[in-house]
């Protein structure tokens, strides 16, 4: 068998099987109601924006997706090439379609991608890419959006779908405009193969730059460093079979005191101490953390790199001076590469900003079925990072959304 062959058989299993489960299940929708003037507008076609649509048009809601890329799930196309999804694939399906068991628990961004790509199709989404819309504005009972080539869209309700990592967020260390050293953010880090025999130095402690630190460490990289400024929360992806994804769900409701004293001592239990390493226990509670926006670190290869010495720990970055690194500690560095792995901000503000709709972060007053007060029929998904999954709480966005949008479009009250 050759090396394309088990990837030719994944592809077409996964054919065979929507084949048949469009052969032995209902999958058309009911009747589109007659908005061919005034559709609902979804911006973005990630997982969030493409739920939304397939579960408005099962209740024959006309949806109009719009995507400034090529093509549906962009942000997964551009994810590095090692990532897979930290839920299980059982919990991570969107509504009206099952990712197929070939994809195994743990999927692939490349089989994302695929199945994105197949939800779409699935369900006959009407999705129009290569149109970014540049704003939002309240007309009467409608929407007008404002989008590329000078177009304006009127729309009965607007779902703002355009996702939680949208613009990458790079620190305004001082001297980073002169610094000669190769820097980039995490977003631009597809594999390890450009850093083989290189010094790098990974900022930023979350899933992502653990994840990165971990795949150069395996990938041949001369030296590794992972700098920290908060100490993670690290647990096990599953322990005894048993998801952490599932905890998280369980736990959520929960007073965060409680949670965070019973997941100290789980930790203690399953994961070890790498203090002797330069990365201690965290002295705040992981709901309380998570609540706050910083959800766990999940082991993916990250605590046997730290162990081994193949990942160092080191302090903060505080600034960059020439070719070098300045860290918290007063320790100066001199690594071929920074990778900036500092998270993203949702850049909101140009888009509905000036509907006084966001927080003072920038974040959405309103999330799921729930419409700003002063923006009825505006809504919003995906601009949290829940601890019980981010695909699973898309789904369930969606459903409410689509539940709420056609249930006042039978009341006569718009959307």
């Not at 700098?227 to 905890?247: D, E, F, K, Y």
Request: with cysteine.
């Amino acid at each position: 068998m050759t090396d394309s062959q088990p990837k030719a058989l994944v592809t077409e299993t996964y054919s065979v099987y929507t084949s048949l489960r469009s052969a032995f299940m209902v999958t058309t929708p009911p009747p589109l109601s007659p908005q061919v003037v005034h559709p609902v507008y979804v911006i973005g076609g990630g997982p969030g924006g493409l739920a939304v649509a397939a579960t408005l048009r099962a209740r024959g809601v006309r949806a109009v997706v719009l995507e400034k890329s090529d093509a549906v799930g962009a942000s997964w196309r551009g994810h590095y090439d090692r990532l897979r999804l930290h839920t299980t694939r059982r919990l991570s399906s969107l509504p009206g379609l099952r990712m197929p068991r070939s994809f195994g628990r743990w999927v692939a961004r490349a089989d994302v991608v695929r199945y994105l790509e197949t939800y779409a199709e699935k369900h006959e989404l009407e999705v129009v890419t290569g149109v970014e819309v540049f704003r939002v504005e309240r007309a009467d009972d409608r929407w007008v959006l404002h989008a590329t080539g000078g177009r304006r869209l009127t729309g009965r309700a607007v779902v703002v779908a355009t996702g939680f990592n949208h613009t990458p967020r790079l620190p305004d260390w001082p001297g980073r405009d002169t610094y000669t050293g190769e820097l980039l953010h995490a977003r631009a880090y597809r594999n390890p193969g450009p850093y083989a025999g290189k010094d790098v130095l990974v900022v930023g402690a979350g899933n992502t730059g653990a994840e990165i630190a971990a795949d150069l460490a395996d990938g041949g990289a001369g030296r590794v460093r992972l700098a920290v400024r908060t100490v993670p929360h690290i647990v096990r992806r599953s322990t005894l079979g048993w998801p952490s994804q599932r905890s998280g769900i369980l736990v959520r409701r929960l007073p965060a005191a409680l949670v965070d004293r019973v997941a100290a001592l789980l930790a203690r239990i399953g994961v070890p101490d790498l203090t002797p390493h330069g990365l201690p226990r965290p002295d705040t509670g992981l709901l309380t953390r998570a609540r706050q926006g910083a959800v766990p670190v999940q082991d993916v290869g990250l605590i046997d790199a730290v162990r081994s010495g193949r990942v160092e720990v080191v302090a903060a970055v505080e600034a960059l001076d020439g070719p070098d690194v300045l860290l918290a500690d007063g320790t100066r560095i001199t690594p071929d590469t920074v990778i900036a792995a500092t998270g993203y901000r949702r850049a909101l503000e140009p888009l509905v900003g000036h509907l006084g709709v966001l927080d003072d972060h920038g974040r959405p007053l309103a999330r799921g079925a729930r419409c700003p007060r002063e923006a009825p029929g505006l809504y919003f998904t995906g601009f949290t990072n829940p601890i019980s999954g981010m695909l699973r709480e898309l789904s369930r966005d969606a459903e409410k959304i689509a539940r709420r949008i056609a249930r006042l479009r039978r009341a006569g009250r718009g959307a």
